[in-house]
């Protein structure tokens, strides 16, 4: 059994590879949940989504999140009741957060009802939402404002200065049902390209994850979001910095620390292997643009060989 | 003032002719809601919806409900996680029935939510559901079945056999805020050519509402919903046998007795003008078929002009 920490179009590209290389259902994904929100009084969960459409083979190319092929007549005609249509909703899309919503008032738990989407797309990977209980996360502005994440990053485009981030609701999360067997009895921990902050930080700030992957047999391997210094997609440029650490290869590996076995770090950032060498981190490099399926496919099948190999000479147990 | 009661399609083509006689603001239209139902967790008021999008000039022409140019991708997409969709909603629709149910969870009433959504659309004729509480035409078949309304009407298209229908949680439901001042200190009280049993019979179950129409001193004139022992829409025929009423523009006009001061039946009915006059019933003939709003027009003009007739001679008083 292999298991993902992941955030949303990073791991799930990472994802498209993985299920190349392994029986997707020998795959369980913890999924952050810290960017749900509810809109039009709808719960609509990012990252989950993402994953679902990605591996169902839906999600629209341009955009790399959302369905393929989508309209927008519902959010168009919701502005005529003043609603502020700022998170794009489309119309394929609305109806699995309708259904995740009327599951949800019916009494069903977020762990329940990602299974039933998962199955109704056809996706037998095992996604798991890295907690059932609410959280959010939150982030604090250089000029003293509290925002909901997708304020600050759709509604605000991510222009604000960030001086802060912290997860809402943490302290009294539990990871729901699953998450932490998955992480305590895998094969091998992968840690997606995912941003390090408000994905896999998430994550690790429900009470028990971070604890399960320091403890976990498993040998964990982790996939550099940062290239060259800059991120793929996101704005994890824009966040680290909040956090004490440098926009590089190696400052992410720092960031993660003793939790990380071994850290892939793309061609480009060749150098940083001997760095992380030096202060006893094992790193690899190769190609991690996945635009290609085949390079992600290349990728996870690099990450699951260091696994074994880390396996094999005990690292990890 | 003038209210008016009311249930979907014929009311509303009613009322746009209406609306052409007086000022809307000066309208006050008391709607059924025994045909409300939830559907994907949302909660839809068919006849409500149906008088908006008209007064709106954005009903759909052929079906004659729901919106102009409409689309169903959400509905399709919603099949996937296995919800029936016997009941059509378009995504246009959809986003008034959003709207409606965040308002609903965040602690509107229905005349709140009512009220903005005819704003929204540009109404401004006075909609008021007859209820806030949660009522429900239930029918019981010949098969000993009891089903909701629309399960019987649009699920099952109409065709079990009907041997009574009742309001669910009437005994319960209080008139919404308005209502009985609307009948009551109405000038005129026009009861639209809608079903009898199961829209303004829904309106008069609720306590208070029969009352209120007998005793209010506003004229009382009916639109017959009946045209040659057919009906023009719905399902009255099949509904008014269970009732012990005969389907036909006498038959209804029995049906309400002496809550009813005048009559208009259409002039394919003129016969019935005088079999009521010996039952002390004044009824007049004239064109009720509103395919052209001018028809729908001089109906409500003809309606009008009789309410102030009888004001004069001082019936309803």
Known sequence: MITVLAGGVGAARFLRGLVRCVPPEEVTV?????????????????????????????????RQWGRADERHTVAEELRRFGHDTWFTLG????????????????????????????AAFGVTVRLLPVTDDEVATRITTDDGRDLHFQEYWVRERGEPNVTAVRLAGAD?????????????????LLLAPSNPVVSIGTILAVPG????????????????????????????????PALGAEVSASGVAEHYGELLDA????????EAVEHLAGRGVTALAAPTLMDDPLVAAELARLCLDTAADLRRRGVGA
Chains 1, 2 share one sequence.
């Open 209 to 240: 994850l971070r604890d399960a992957v320091a403890r976990t047999a498993a040998p964990v391997v982790g996939v550099s979001p940062i290239i060259s210094g800059s991120v793929v997609r996101g704005m994890a440029d824009r966040l680290l």
């Open 263 to 270: 850290w892939i770090v793309d061609d480009a950032d060749a």
């Open 91 to 118: 119309d394929r899309d609305l109806a699995t957060h309708l259904h995740r919503t009327m599951r949800l008032h019916q009494g069903a738990t977020l762990s329940e009802v990602t299974a039933e989407v998962a």
């Open 30 to 62: 913890v999924v952050n949940v810290g960017d749900d929100l509810e809109r039009h009084g709808l719960r609509v969960c990012p990252d989950l989504d993402t994953i679902t459409y990605w591996l169902a083979g839906l999600v629209d190319p341009d």
């Open 172 to 188: 009294r999360a539990r990871p729901a049902p699953g998450v932490l067997e998955a992480v305590l009895d895998a094969e091998a």
